[in-house]
Each structure stands twice: as structure tokens, then as C-alpha cells.
């Protein structure tokens, strides 16, 4: 990694306020409640990360990985009938984003790989997501199938029904597409 100064830390309670801030700002206001991050970090068992630059007093916020352990999670619409594995051996890419200024470098990459590790640890045997269709570029789904991920379903107006501004979206409610994808580990 270029950047010498970016520490990787897990996902616990002590940084659930600077995840709020994150998200509010790079996925959309309202996206995560404290609450939900709270059950969010207890859901993890371990396999969510953030990434901080030590560049900064207090250290900033950069990345973050939220990854729901297997057996940890219900998500719906989900095809589990399409997935091949039992639910209970399936983790759950729910998040990943990297501030603007250090893309590129393999930092999203590097936190995804952390999550799979400990996923296939606690007994994984695959990951699903939902990655955004609408992202720009589509770099959501081209990341994921770098990373070996296969798409397996769509799902229309998947984000409708959270109460947040999306950033393409808002205003209104949010329409934004997520294609469900699976990769096996």
C-alpha cells in the first residue's frame, strides 16, 4: 500500500460514531442508525474493518468494510435457493467504501480480503452482496467480479425501503438497483 500511514483496525462499538459520520456523508445521510451499527458490530463476530489515516489528529476515517458473519444475518430479498451453500455457512458483504483520495491503492481490496479470511474462519463457505448497479462506472460490480464474485439475481429498487438520502437519488426515495452476488471460499 502507497500510503504508510493507514492503520486497519476491526469494527467494534468504540467507532460507531465516526462510521455514522462516514456513511452520512460518502453512502447517504440516515443510511445507518446507531442502532443498526451497534447489532451491525455483534452481527460482524469480528469480520468488519475500518481504515484510518494517521495523518490526522484525531486519525480520519478512510475505508470501511462491514461484512456480517455466517449464520449472523438475514437479509431479504435474498435467493438462497440460488446459492448452493446453506445459510448458515454464508457471510454478508454489506458495506464497502473508500473516501475519494485513496482509491486505487488496494485498500478496498485489502479490508475485502481481511473479511473473507475471517468469514472462511468461522467455518464460510461463500460471501453474498448486493452491489449497486448505478455506482459510477459501475466500479461496484467490476470490483466484485475482480474479486471473483458472480452475479446470481436483481433486485429493482432494492434500497427503497430505508428512510436515507441517497446520494444518486435524493430527494426522493431512493431506486438504485442492487445485483445480488455470491462468491465461493
Known amino acids: 500500500m502507497k500510503n504508510q500511514n493507514i492503520e486497519i483496525s476491526k469494527f467494534e462499538l468504540n467507532a460507531v460514531s465516526h462510521v455514522i459520520e462516514f456513511t452520512d456523508k460518502w453512502i447517504g445521510k440516515g443510511y445507518y442508525t446507531e ?6 458490530v455483534w452481527q460482524s463476530k469480528g469480520c468488519s474493518f475500518l481504515a484510518w489515516d494517521l495523518n490526522f489528529t484525531p486519525q480520519k476515517l478512510i475505508a ?3 461484512t456480517l458473519a455466517p449464520g449472523a444475518w438475514l437479509q ?7 446459492w448452493n451453500v446453506a445459510h448458515q455457512k454464508v457471510g454478508y458483504f454489506k458495506s464497502l467504501f473508500v ?3 485513496y482509491r486505487s491503492i488496494g485498500l478496498g481490496q485489502k479490508l ?3 473479511s473473507l479470511n475471517l468469514v472462511s474462519q468461522l467455518g464460510g463457505e461463500a460471501v453474498i452482496t448486493h452491489s449497486w448497479l448505478e455506482s459510477p462506472n459501475n466500479s461496484s460490480q467490476i470490483y466484485l467480479k475482480k474479486m471473483g464474485f458472480i452475479e446470481i439475481a436483481t433486485h429493482p429498487k432494492f434500497w427503497n425501503n430505508i428512510d436515507y438520502h441517497c446520494t444518486r437519488c435524493a430527494p426522493n426515495k431512493c431506486i438504485c438497483t442492487a445485483v445480488e452476488m455470491i462468491k465461493y471460499i
Open 64 to 66: 470501511l468494510r462491514l
Open 99 to 101: 473516501h475519494g483520495n
Open 112 to 114: 475485502s480480503n481481511l
Open 76 to 82: 431479504n430479498p435474498c435467493s438462497p435457493t440460488k
Open 35 to 40: 442502532q443498526q451499527l451497534k447489532e451491525l
